[in-house]
């Protein structure tokens, strides 16, 4: 089964640049640790306050339906702001279900596989 990627990119404030290093992260990290290129990845981007993100609601809708096997992300605050011990249990509850749904997540600023 060929990898369906996608990837994921968030940030709070209409900061263009930093969202394009982020995207430029990515690309960078698929093509050297993956050997996939830039055009195999869907990109899913929210530039808004984190309560309004909606991309990020398409995303998981599509991981539900299967449609990937690969998460990248820049960076595990993308998917979820870890300020206390809540939060922190949501995360794992977000990531146990995104790979329940076979999808293994990169986080690349923190060099790992999030399980």
Known sequence: ???????????????????????????NFA???LNIDSNEIDFYVDICPRKERKEIHKLLDNIEKNQYTILLIDHISHLL???NEE?????????????????????????KILV
């Open 1 to 27: 089964m060929s990898n369906k990627v996608s990837a994921y990119v968030f940030y709070s404030i209409p900061d263009f640049e930093k969202v394009e290093k982020h995207k430029s992260n990515i690309i």
């Open 31 to 33: 093509k050297k640790e």
């Open 81 to 83: 702001k870890i300020r």
């Open 87 to 111: 939060e922190m249990m949501k995360l794992v509850e977000l990531t146990k279900k995104i790979n329940d749904n076979g999808v293994k997540i990169y986080s690349i600023m923190d060099n």
